[in-house]
């Protein structure tokens, strides 16, 4: 969000005082007057690095969404389907631009990490899909032995951070590897083609804005497409997209979520 990064907050709401868990009781008095010198993302998490020091943290839940509005730019104007009720913490900046975090469930969350501390949110997350640890290799390691089905694996943001349910599935289908198979019984050759597959299926929702499925749009309002891309996410009882397969996508339900999958040429 380059409206918010290098800017300085003239003005922060904090509308209710507690989202998923309570919202810090100076969160206000901590932003007014600060710059978000840099914004950054680790996991599912917004990171915002304020220049009087600490972090501004935050987790868009399962509707959250950050609004952009500044009327002086152009082209970044409010939906009217999205109810001014359901706007918990807002910033305005000295250009003139409101971010707002609105979210209709309040599933979200917004902390502050303080000053040369970390937060229990964020110790145990491990690599990234895109950092130079994330291997076939390390997910030989951290896969050896385990009888968990490898979709739920892959889901564990202790092993991979970042990874949402529709990627996965998407990612495990063009690997052709079977959501139920035990993450410890799948060879490297297969896994090496998993964590490339991972990447592709990642790169290519950037580039599409992501998925929107219910609640999702991008910050400027825009919705996103890769949902057009989906080869077995929501498909179910529709044909196998692969080449030379007859197969059928299924839908199965793993640890409370769904899973789709061809089970004729995912092994």
């Known amino acids: 969000m380059p409206h918010l990064e290098g800017q300085r907050i003239a003005r922060a709401e904090a509308r209710r005082p507690d989202l998923r868990w309570p919202l810090p009781p100076d969160l ?35 509707s959250g969404r950050m609004l952009i509005e500044n009327d002086q730019l152009g082209g970044f104007h409010r939906d009217p389907s999205i109810l001014p009720r359901h706007d918990h913490v807002v910033l305005t900046t000295e250009a003139g631009t409101t971010i707002t975090f609105n979210d209709a469930r309040r599933f979200g969350m917004v902390d502050l990490i303080r000053d040369g501390q970390s937060h229990p949110l964020l110790d145990h997350l491990g690599p990234e899909p895109f950092d130079l640890e994330f291997t076939p290799d390390y997910l030989a390691g951290v896969f050896s032995g385990r009888r968990l089905p490898v979709k739920q694996a892959l889901l564990d943001q202790k092993i991979v951070a970042g990874l949402g349910n529709i990627y996965v599935s998407e990612a495990l289908h063009r690997a052709g590897i079977d ?4 993450a410890g019984r799948i060879g490297r050759a297969r896994l090496a083609r998993l964590t490339g597959h991972i990447r592709d299926v990642l790169t290519e929702a950037i580039a599409a804005g992501g998925s929107s499925l219910r609640d999702h749009r991008q910050a400027t309002g825009e919705l996103g497409y890769f949902q057009h ?36 040429c995912q092994r």
């Open 28 to 62: 206000v008095q901590v932003l007014t007057g600060a710059t978000v010198t840099t914004l950054r993302r680790r996991s599912k998490y917004l990171m915002a690095d304020l220049d009087r020091g600490g972090i501004l943290l935050l987790h868009l839940g399962m």
């Open 179 to 182: 959501p139920r198979r035990a």
């Open 229 to 264: 891309s989906f080869h077995v996410y929501d498909r179910e009882g529709r044909p196998c997209p692969r080449t030379g397969c007859d197969g059928q996508i299924n839908r199965i339900v793993q640890s409370g979520r769904s899973s789709f999958f061809c089970p004729r």
